[in-house]
């Protein structure tokens, strides 16, 4: 899955393997945290970067970033 290679490459040292963040302010998730909000949002916050998160837009295309967060909302529990 796209998805999921995208996130353990870029995103697993932040957030986690299972969407448990390993640093302090990451959203968590595993508990949902930052999920209720549309693709959209998200996406945007993906390319730009929000807090400690890096903006994304050089690094990886839109279709990249809606994979991995496809990938994201499933590791939800």
Partial sequence: ???EKTYRTD???CH???GT???AGVPYFARGERLHMPDTALLQSLQNGKGICPAWRPLLNN???LDALAYVRMLQR
């Fill in 1 to 3: 899955d796209l998805g």
């Fill in 11 to 13: 995103c697993i040292s």
């Fill in 16 to 18: 986690g393997p299972n």
């Fill in 21 to 23: 963040p390993t640093l």
């Fill in 63 to 65: 279709r990249q970033l």
